[in-house]
């Protein structure tokens, strides 16, 4: 069993729609992370998270450590959103990133 | 800002000869990793590293794999006898204790 799933795998929006992508993990963790990668292949990290909130211009992350699991939201989407967004997870504030399966999301204009 | 740089980012290699893949993380990071990511497919974790030494590496890791810090800010990656399941992208991460990854943008490996 993977210890982070995603949900959607796959995602497509109209521009302005409000985005929401959902991570679940089985194991215990200092953080989650969510990360962007572009076709070009980069990856940026978005957000690192431990407990609760955290907004960056359009983009919110939340998180519930009792259940598990993560969301990352886009409010007014917009075609250059479109990439893979990765949630990934940490065990420890020093060890290894255990990375999801990713979801692609394409906003069309 | 700082950024954690990847030479380079596009190598074609013979199956069987070695590559050396380089990154050079934020100076003053105390936590390296490598992963790698095959085509369609997830990011893998390859091996971190602190101290001057491996912490880590998972079962893709093997005799075929090396890494090094040889002077304080490169750091390595060499694979041995390359094949042709070691075609993939790999990128280079820093970061400090409980603080940000910082990846590279990725060399791309190709073996034919």
């Known amino acids: 069993k993977n210890e982070v799933e995603q949900s959607p795998q796959n995602l497509t929006a109209q521009e302005g729609e409000f985005i929401t992508i959902n991570c679940s993990y089985s194991v215990g963790i200092s953080a989650l992370h969510w990360l962007q990668q572009h076709p070009g292949g980069g990856i940026v990290s978005l957000f690192m998270l431990s407990s609760g909130k955290k907004k960056h211009g359009r983009l919110i992350a939340t998180i519930n450590i009792q259940e598990k699991h993560s969301s990352l939201h886009i409010t007014a989407s917009h075609p250059r959103d479109s990439a893979v967004y990765i949630c990934?997870?940490?065990?420890?504030?020093?060890?290894?990133?255990?990375f999801g399966p990713g979801t692609s999301l394409s906003v069309i204009p | 800002e700082p950024e954690v740089t990847q030479t380079p980012s596009h190598q074609v290699t013979q199956m069987g000869q070695e590559v050396i893949l380089r990154c050079v993380p934020i100076?003053?990071?105390?936590?390296f990793y490598w992963y790698r990511q095959i085509l369609g497919q997830k990011v893998e974790f390859l091996v971190s590293?602190?101290?001057?030494?491996?912490?880590?590496k998972s079962e893709i890791f093997d005799d075929q794999f090396s890494v090094e810090r040889p002077d304080g800010s490169n750091f390595t990656l060499k694979i041995r006898s390359t094949k042709l399941e070691d075609s993939a992208m790999y990128f280079c991460a820093s970061t400090l204790p409980g603080g940000w990854l910082h990846f590279g943008d990725g060399t791309r490996l190709s073996i034919l």
């Open positions: 100076s003053n990071h105390l936590y």
């Open positions: 590293f602190y101290n001057n030494e491996i912490s880590e």
């Open positions: 990934a997870v940490q065990k420890t504030s020093y060890d290894k990133v255990i």
